[in-house]
Nanobody
Framework: QVQLVESGGGFVQAGGSLRLSCAAS????????MGWFRQAPGKEREFVAA????????STADSVKGRFTVSRDNAKNTVYLQMNSLKPEDTAVYYC?????????????????WGQGTQVTVSS
């Protein structure tokens, strides 16, 4: 069993930055791709970014490209999401997830373990 715990969310003004962290514990697999998703009120959960197990491949959604960066430190079993130039439309609960397979999956069903989420609120 894998446990994922997100942290780093909070309240920030538009244009500001936040860094989310996702700490993995339990039967962790450093071979798992890791992803970040978000869900705003009344909307479906959507893909934000992903990174492969080795950290050599990343993928980001068009809506955050150039502003968000995903990275991982396998020695610390931690994945990060650096969010810059935040906009009010980035307001959502952000979830970390551990996936299966190779590459950088961007579909919900490709992820099998999920964290509880951390709230990010961006004011205008």
């Amino acid at each position: 069993q894998v446990q994922l715990v997100e942290s780093g969310g909070g309240f920030v003004q538009a244009g500001g930055s936040l860094r989310l962290s996702c700490a993995a514990s339990g039967r962790t697999s450093r071979n798992s791709p890791m992803g970040w998703f978000r869900q705003a009120p009344g909307k479906e959960r959507e893909f934000v970014a992903a990174i492969n197990w080795g950290g050599s491949l990343t993928s980001t959604a068009d809506s955050v490209k150039g502003r968000f960066t995903v990275s991982r430190d396998n020695a610390k079993n931690t994945v990060y999401l650096q969010m810059n130039s935040l906009k009010p439309e980035d307001t959502a609960v952000y979830y970390c997830a551990a996936g299966v397979g190779l590459g950088v999956p961007n579909k919900l069903h490709q992820y099998i373990h999920w964290g509880q989420g951390t709230q990010v609120t961006v004011s205008s």
